[in-house]
């Protein structure tokens, strides 16, 4: 891990991202904390070639999105060119749609309809990604998790991981054996703390919950993980300062690698 690659997720600051004098305000203060790239996720509707000015006019890269299950199916050319423009090779989808995460059937007519999208992608030089929550950790027929159906089911080469710590500690899994797990296939890692507040698991700044992120962090940089994109759900404190103090404690406890 090092300070070129690490990352803010906008989703993380979405109330100050809904219009491009906000979006442009937020970039601007992301670079201060320190970050050097972000990944594009929840802003609104600001055309593509502004979301490029201000990154650049903030100094700061796109490293990845989460994009939209519709608009990838239905939009697919538009997307391609919105991340060739941002010079931005990783194509993310933010959850499974509702549709089809209760059973095992669902998870197969899930990978029949992402994986010509993926395959699409990968043949245009990018690749796609899918971030992961929860539900993903349900073993269906006692048997497999949809998170194994997902992994087994697809091409390694057009199907990556981006694995959420937070969830799949939430979901009782062992995150490093996880990151282990999905080995070659995971280079964007979304880095978060938990915490338990009032008996309810919520994430948290690292560094501020019961997660060893020293751990999970070792265990991505001996897996090849090229992006490590801090990310908070719910902040219970103002959000840039939540960024901040996630920041500080990578840089600070973990170390960058420069």
């Not at 690490?6 to 992301?30: I, M, S, W």
């Not at 993926?118 to 990018?126: F, H, I, N, S, V």
């Not at 990604?129 to 089911?153: A, P, Q, S, W």
């Not at 560094?207 to 962090?217: P, S």
């Amino acid at each position: 891990m090092d300070k070129k690659h690490t990352g803010a997720q906008l989703y993380t600051v979405r109330e100050f991202t809904k219009n491009e004098e906000d979006f442009r305000r937020t970039l601007r203060k992301v670079k201060e904390i320190g970050y050097e790239t972000v990944q594009v996720s929840a802003i609104g509707p600001i055309a593509p070639e502004r979301v490029k000015a201000a990154a650049d006019e903030a100094g700061l890269g796109i490293c990845a999105t989460h994009i939209g299950f519709e608009r990838l199916q239905k939009e697919l050319d538009q997307v391609i060119a919105e991340h060739r423009l941002w010079n931005c090779r990783y194509v993310g989808l933010g959850s499974m749609p509702p549709q089809f995460r209760s059973s095992k059937e669902g998870y197969f007519a899930f990978v029949k309809e992402i994986a010509p999208i993926a395959e699409r992608l990968r043949a245009e030089g990018l690749q796609f990604v899918y971030h992961n929550h929860r539900f993903e950790f349900e073993k269906f027929d006692g048997e497999r998790t949809g998170l194994d159906i997902l992994i087994e089911e697809t091409d390694p080469n057009a199907f990556g991981i981006e694995l959420d710590v937070f969830w799949a500690q939430a979901g009782g899994g062992q995150v490093t054996d996880w990151i282990r797990k999905v080995k070659g296939r995971m280079a964007v890692v979304h880095l978060k703390d938990m915490a338990i507040v009032e008996d309810k698991a919520v994430t948290a700044e690292i560094g501020e919950g019961n997660m060893n992120i020293r751990d999970i962090v070792n265990a991505c940089r001996e897996t090849g993980v090229e992006w490590y994109v801090v990310e908070q759900d719910d902040c219970r404190r103002d959000p840039f300062e939540s960024l901040a103090i996630s920041y500080r404690r990578l840089s600070g406890d973990i170390g960058f690698n420069d």
